[in-house]
């Protein structure tokens, strides 16, 4: 579609509004997601463990899938103990996704310079947001939404300025 990156920054940006308009909310609904993820990683391991030959591996797969779905339980039943987590793993990822966000940049010669522009705004943004996240992980739950909701709002404007393949050609 000739506009689809116009279409889906949009969408990037108003969902991350939305993050930073509800960010109690928005923690809650990223929480649940990791938890839910969680455990169904955690029932996928252990229905793969039958199909395995040795024993340490199987021993393996059993202990790595009980631990998932104990972690998924923990971060849905433990809200607050759950942000806390969350936020350090928040943190990493940022920092790496901004870091990601550079090198990409480094790589990419037929971009334009407003995309190139707003997509190195949004790589300082996303690595200060690591930082940040994890200088102070017990913030409180409304930080994961905001911080989640920034980095939605970023991504979508560089999104909406990256150009289309019929413009780089």
């Known amino acids: 579609m000739k506009n689809s990156n116009i279409i889906y920054g949009i969408l990037f940006a108003v969902l991350g509004f939305f993050c930073i308009l509800y960010p109690i909310v928005s923690t809650l609904w990223v929480e649940i997601m990791v938890g839910v993820g969680l455990i169904a990683g955690g029932i996928f391991t252990l229905a793969a463990f039958p199909k395995q030959r040795e024993a340490f591996v199987k021993i393996f797969y059993v202990l790595l899938g009980i631990l998932y779905i104990i972690g998924g339980i923990f971060v849905i039943a433990n809200p607050i103990l759950g942000a806390a987590a969350l936020m350090t793993a928040l943190g ?38 690591g930082v940040l996240v994890l200088a102070n992980p017990g913030a409180g739950i409304w930080f994961i939404g905001t911080l989640v909701g920034i980095d939605l709002l970023f991504t979508g404007i560089s999104m909406a300025f990256r150009p289309n393949r019929e413009n780089l050609a």
Not at 102 to 119: C, E, I, N, P, Q
Request: glycine content about 10%.
């Open 92 to 129: 990493v990822i940022f920092i790496l996704e901004g870091i990601l966000i550079f090198f990409y940049l480094s790589k990419v010669r037929s971009a334009g310079g407003l995309f190139k522009t707003m997509s190195l705004i949004n790589g300082i943004i996303t690595l200060i947001l």
